[in-house]
């Protein structure tokens, strides 16, 4: 493919999530990496090296350094939480696309002003949320779609956990509040709110109410937490998410007259393979109760993918941007719509974790 | 076997659920079913002939009957719950013993009546939540209860519902105050409460909070509610149970080094071929998330048993009466305390519904 067709892709920072980052683009056909910095020209030479990148990459000691690149097309920006809406800005100003690593921002009102930088620039904006791009999500959304066998939609609930160890605790940037306060609410929460608002085709709910068991540190960053979410026409999902737990990235959709679940939502079992599953149940028969044959075991059903869900999401925003760069097309809105809305409820679930376990109404600023 | 060392069962009532029983009776090796009492002698004719029991079973036109009848030794009491307390007591002060069906109560008190009664008469109590019989239970226990792989235990969840349908809601004893006024919450919340118990061994939650959008009918029946509870030490769970989605039977379990999970607590998806499964996980590799290799498909755990759940039930049940009976030992008061517990918490949830989701402390009376 010819080098005015490929989105060039400069990253900000060296964190572990541009390793496998840097991979996805690799493997993405419509995509290149041509620049990385850091803060440091030794840290940026050192990732390069061990990454075992391309002689014609370009190694920046500075992130400014990337968004001067003037054939950079688009950034990724995996930096901590906090620092989102500094660079996110800057680089919509300098007329890079921006892929913003989840959280991605502290609350909606910074993420408003990177939304407001990346259209008044005319610049694509998306969130790293890879498993929306994954082809198994869309398979799921038809299954969800087809009332004859789902009905309607009635209950979600989502459980994503982990147990990063004592290490993690005392020194990951996700434990510190001037760097990613929103601990694991903003983590793994983020992908259960995203998960419940996909369900439901992003119509937010009406409130939501903090379980009034959340676990913070001693500098009230979020360690574990919960909330039910309640919409106007009797809908409502449940959430937990923790680092204090085992790994479950779980999602249970009920309607009517099926039942859709996954247990790897965020991180297929066996993505390597080119698959992901899920499982999905209908037409039951409650009048054999004396037969014991009630719970009818799931269908299980085997999602195919040519591209693992992270080489997905690096094609469908380099596609996006390319429209915008070479077609002169208006940037795509949706990924936009769909990160604030996944800010607003996370940040209504922060605010009932701080007024104490008070509904939190969600209004649509 | 000799009839000296078996269980005479007799049942009270033409329920659904005790053509169940009967077969349970008929299949344990320690029970014989020899007496069946409907309201009306027509009733119960017709029950005995359309199962096809034996003519040896006596048929009465009354409860009062069954329990007159001296060659009895225990019934099994499928009745409307708030029918419970008066024919539970009648049972046990004629001295049988006792197998009520689940939920056991309308509240603590009437089961406390119950309970004294079956004290004051040395009989036995069990209620008749099959799947903790079940085998599979027990391996389940001892994978919880493995703290190399388990860690401590933390959070838990299930979910149990079904969606029986428009004529269910018309006309079923459970959508009827005055016969079974717990509705989803006794008739499968009851479990969820019961297995989040069993999984913290019996430890009571120090308080219960209703979410905020629990379902009744026009008769102020529960259709459909949920709650969190919370353990002092920092343990939580939360269940939904509903009579609006289709089928699940779900707990998923999570400790600080493993989780388990199943979707088919109290029916198993293939009882009728001899085992239950349930999937569990541990050891995990949290370094490498570059390689998207976090999350491991759980292990699959089949848990081979020579008899359903409900022969199980049965058969444990009868071992007792048959040490009370024979060997003149003390009624075991493990089930009556298990009993006792998940209606002391099921009452919890009920009352912070009613209470307009206040918080509802539990109180070990």
Request: negative net charge; aromatic residues 10%.
């Amino acid at each position: 493919m010819a080098d005015e067709t490929e989105v060039r892709f400069g990253i900000l920072g060296c964190a572990q999530i541009s390793i496998k980052f840097c991979k996805a683009i690799s493997k993405a056909p419509n995509t290149k990496l041509i620049a990385i910095g850091s803060r440091s020209l030794e840290k940026a030479t050192a990732f390069a090296s061990e990454q075992g990148l391309s002689d014609a990459v370009r190694v920046y000691g500075s992130y400014e350094a990337v968004l001067e690149d003037d054939k950079v097309d688009a950034v990724y920006i995996p930096l901590p939480t906090a620092l989102h809406v500094t660079w996110a800005v800057k680089a919509a100003e300098k007329g890079k696309h921006v892929l913003l690593e989840k959280p991605v921002a502290m609350n909606v009102a910074e993420l408003d002003q990177i939304l407001e930088a990346c259209e008044v620039n005319g610049v694509q904006f998306m969130d790293g949320s890879m498993w929306l791009h994954h082809p198994r999500t869309a398979k799921m959304k038809e299954a969800l779609s087809d009332e004859q066998r789902f009905g309607q939609l009635k209950w979600i609930h989502s459980c994503m956990t982990y147990n990063p160890g004592p290490e993690f605790f005392k020194n990951s940037i996700r434990m510190k509040p001037e760097l990613d306060g929103l601990g694991a609410l903003g983590d793994i929460g983020w992908y259960s709110i995203q998960a419940i608002l996909w369900s439901v085709n992003y119509q937010l709910p009406k409130s939501v109410l903090a379980f009034p068991n959340a676990t913070l540190n001693e500098n009230n960053v979020i360690i574990s937490c919960g909330s039910s979410l309640h919409w106007e026409d009797g809908k409502s999902a449940t959430f937990h998410c923790s680092f204090l737990t085992y790994v479950t990235f779980d999602v249970t959709i009920l309607g009517t007259k099926g039942s859709l679940r996954l247990h790897d939502l965020t991180l297929p079992f066996e993505e390597s393979f080119g698959y992901g599953t899920f499982s999905e149940s209908s037409e039951v028969d409650y009048g054999k109760i004396e037969q014991g044959m009630w719970c009818p075991k799931p269908n299980e059903h085997v999602v195919e993918t040519e591209f693992s869900q992270d080489v997905w999401m690096v094609k469908e925003f380099a596609d996006l941007v390319g429209k915008v760069k070479r077609l002169e097309m208006k940037p795509e809105k949706k990924w936009s719509i769909v990160s604030r809305k996944t800010q607003l409820v996370l940040d209504a679930v922060k605010e009932s974790i701080q007024r104490g376990y008070e509904s939190v109404e969600i209004v649509m600023k």
